[in-house]
């Protein structure tokens, strides 16, 4: 095949990939007088399971970075306390890490969790219809035998009939919730639900996730606008 041929095919493929990614800010509340500038210190904890852990560790220091650069300092839990410190593993560890976040100065604590992770796979027929059969109507009757309509037309059909297979295609769907809570009132100022399909990887899927959300922050005027340029790209 010709390199102009699969740089082609390829370029096709990535337009037909990408025209599949999305998200979407499903819900977002914030209390009455909420103000991220008010706080000085905030730590995030990403909630995302033994095997988002990579994930995890993108999304605390994305939203790290991004508070940063609005003026918030915050910390990530996972460069705080290490990868399973909040994981009930039957020893002290999370109890140890929970008191050291209670008894600490952050203002605020951001929690991301993972609430939903969907992940399915569908079969798409070929788009390839070959021709009715051996016989033109009526069928019952055999009064004409079609012949293939000769060896031309039965290659290519053949020919479309093992080449141009149907395939498989795969959807992911990740929902993820983004709450910040006062630490002095122990109570929920910040909610938001976030959906996204099909992210390129987990390094993208975080970016969306956090510039989503500092998105929603700035347009409610909770959060004050950037003092430090942008996101750093990985």
């Known amino acids: 095949m010709k390199p102009f041929t699969l740089l082609l095919i390829g370029s096709l493929f990535v337009i037909m990939n990408s025209c599949s990614v999305s998200y979407q ?58 990868d399973r410190s909040f994981i009930q593993n039957g020893d002290t560890t999370a109890l140890l890490a929970f008191r050291d976040v209670l008894d600490s100065t952050y203002d605020a604590i951001m929690c991301v969790v993972l609430v939903d992770k969907d992940k399915q796979t569908r079969y798409v027929p070929s788009s390839y219809t070959p021709s009715l059969g051996y016989y033109y109507p009526p069928y019952s009757s055999g009064s004409y035998f079609n012949n293939y309509g000769g060896f031309n037309n039965y290659f290519y059909q053949s020919y479309n009939t093992v080449y141009q297979p149907g395939y498989y295609v795969t959807t992911s769907k990740y929902t993820i919730e983004t709450n910040i809570f006062d630490s002095s009132k122990d109570s929920l100022v910040y909610f938001a639900e976030t959906k996204t399909k099909n992210p390129a990887d987990l ?32």
């Open 25 to 82: 800010l499903a819900s977002s509340w914030f209390a009455p007088g909420f103000q991220l500038k008010n706080y000085k210190k905030v730590l995030i904890i990403g909630l995302m399971g033994d095997k988002d852990t990579p994930l995890r560790q993108d999304i605390e220091l994305d939203m790290a970075e991004a508070l940063e650069i609005h003026g918030i300092k915050a910390y990530s839990s996972f460069e705080k306390f290490g």
């Open 203 to 234: 390094e993208n899927l975080s970016i969306v996730i956090t510039e989503s959300i500092m998105r929603d922050m700035t347009a409610k005027n909770i959060l004050p606008p950037p003092v430090d340029g942008v996101m750093k790209q990985k």
